[in-house]
């Protein structure tokens, strides 16, 4: 059993060196640890701090390609080393390496395919901003309402995802990928488990990714309706479609009991109009969700096809 620990890693050679060291290298049931790093075209001396740490394995992007291409690139190298489980974890130390043994212990069970780290959960997230703090919470929140899942926290890079998941998950890259694999994953019926970390915030670190809040609500909105739509296409566009169909419906009763007390239609038309345009807008969103619904069998056939083949190419690597 091979385990890969990711750092994926931008201009972070005042702490990387520190967190590879911190890695525990034997662990009940794992054969082998390897530590991965995936440099995101940083300009100091990532890579180079990261060897003299002792990664066993050193990627570097010519340019900075963004989290989403740099998570692609972990899982794919992950898979050509012959990774039967990879761990991500941030290369500043935020988080405690001793957990990682915590993450994996559901998917050595053979119980759980992806564990995610609760930043949320008993143990309180040290110093974290407030804004971080309540737009993550409300983010998981709102999607796992309506994905019917329990969803803790959304947005943790911090997580341990087994063979058959990264041979499953679609990676397409971008600003992020926490939150669409997730949701990805959900689609799939794999199997999540949230579990309580520490975790501990730098007052004076800046993050790589988000440059201001509004830049982070606005591209994780996206991602997360673009997820969703894919992955539920007869909710996201069938429960719009049936409510404004339920509002034209009501919108003509009240028409018609008012039209019935004095037979005239102008007085009362507005119902009416408003009626009929709820009626089309509702039916086109109902004609949305049929057509996205077909769209989404269509790319699982393709996905499954992707898997067959992604399956095949790692299956003899070690």
Same mark, same amino acid.
């Given at each position: 059993?091979?385990?890969?620990?990711?750092?994926?890693? &931008?201009?972070?050679?005042? $702490?990387?060196?520190?967190?590879?060291?911190?890695?525990?290298?034997?662990?009940?049931?794992?054969?082998?640890?390897?530590?991965?790093?995936?440099?995101? =075209?940083?300009?100091?001396?990532?890579?180079?701090?990261?060897?003299?740490?002792?990664? +066993?394995?050193?990627?570097?992007?010519?340019?900075?390609?963004?989290? =989403?291409? !740099?998570?692609?690139?972990?899982?794919?190298?992950?898979? %050509?080393?012959?990774?039967?489980?990879?761990?991500?974890?941030?290369?500043?130390?935020?988080?405690?390496?001793?957990?990682?043994?915590?993450?994996?212990?559901?998917?050595?069970?053979?119980?759980?395919?992806?564990?995610?780290?609760?930043?949320?959960?008993?143990?309180?997230?040290? +110093?974290?901003?407030?804004?971080?703090?309540?737009?993550?919470?409300?983010?998981? *929140?709102?999607?796992?309402?309506?994905?019917?899942?329990?969803? $803790? @926290?959304?947005?943790?890079?911090?997580?341990?995802?087994?063979?058959?998941?990264?041979?499953?998950?679609?990676?397409? =890259?971008?600003? !992020? /990928?926490?939150?669409? !694999?997730?949701? +990805?994953?959900? =689609?799939?019926?794999?199997?999540?488990?949230?579990?309580?970390?520490?975790?501990?915030?730098?007052? +004076?670190? *800046?993050? #790589?990714?988000?440059?201001?809040?509004?830049?982070?609500?606005?591209?994780?909105?996206?991602?997360?309706? *673009?997820?969703?739509? @894919?992955?539920?296409?007869? $909710?996201?566009?069938?429960?719009?479609?049936?409510?404004?169909?339920?509002?034209?419906?009501?919108?003509?009763?009240?028409?018609?009991?008012? /039209?019935?007390? %004095?037979?005239?239609?102008?007085?009362?038309?507005? /119902?009416? &109009?408003?009626?009929?345009?709820?009626?089309?807008?509702? &039916?086109?969103?109902?004609?949305?969700?049929?057509?996205? @619904?077909?769209?989404?069998?269509? #790319?699982?056939?393709?996905?499954?096809?992707?898997?067959?083949?992604?399956?095949?190419? /790692?299956?003899?690597?070690?």
């Amino acid at each position: 059993m091979r385990l890969i620990v990711n750092l994926p890693a &931008l201009n972070e050679e005042e $702490k990387i060196g520190q967190t590879i060291k911190r890695i525990p290298r034997e662990l009940d049931r794992i054969d082998e640890v390897l530590v991965q790093v995936i440099d995101d =075209g940083s300009t100091d001396k990532t890579a180079q701090v990261s060897r003299e740490a002792g990664a +066993d394995i050193v990627i570097s992007h010519g340019i900075n390609r963004g989290i =989403g291409v !740099t998570f692609r690139t972990a899982v794919e190298t992950a898979l %050509e080393n012959g990774a039967d489980i990879m761990v991500n974890i941030d290369a500043d130390g935020q988080f405690d390496p001793n957990d990682i043994k915590t993450l994996i212990k559901p998917i050595l069970d053979n119980k759980k395919d992806m564990v995610i780290a609760d930043r949320f959960g008993k143990h309180k997230a040290t +110093d974290i901003p407030w804004a971080k703090d309540f737009l993550n919470r409300f983010a998981a *929140k709102m999607v796992g309402k309506f994905m019917q899942v329990d969803i $803790k @926290d959304l947005t943790c890079g911090f997580r341990a995802i087994n063979k058959e998941t990264m041979l499953r998950l679609n990676l397409p =890259g971008g600003f !992020t /990928y926490t939150q669409e !694999t997730i949701i +990805d994953a959900i =689609g799939k019926n794999l199997k999540l488990q949230w579990i309580p970390v520490k975790v501990t915030y730098y007052a +004076d670190r *800046k993050s #790589r990714v988000v440059k201001s809040i509004f830049q982070f609500v606005n591209n994780s909105s996206k991602i997360i309706l *673009k997820a969703i739509r @894919d992955v539920r296409p007869m $909710k996201f566009f069938g429960v719009p479609g049936i409510i404004m169909i339920s509002i034209a419906v009501l919108l003509f009763g009240i028409f018609l009991a008012l /039209y019935i007390q %004095e037979f005239k239609i102008s007085p009362f038309r507005n /119902y009416l &109009l408003a009626s009929i345009t709820f009626l089309l807008v509702g &039916l086109q969103f109902i004609i949305f969700s049929l057509i996205a @619904d077909m769209i989404k069998n269509n #790319r699982r056939l393709t996905e499954d096809q992707m898997y067959l083949m992604r399956k095949e190419k /790692y299956r003899q690597q070690k």
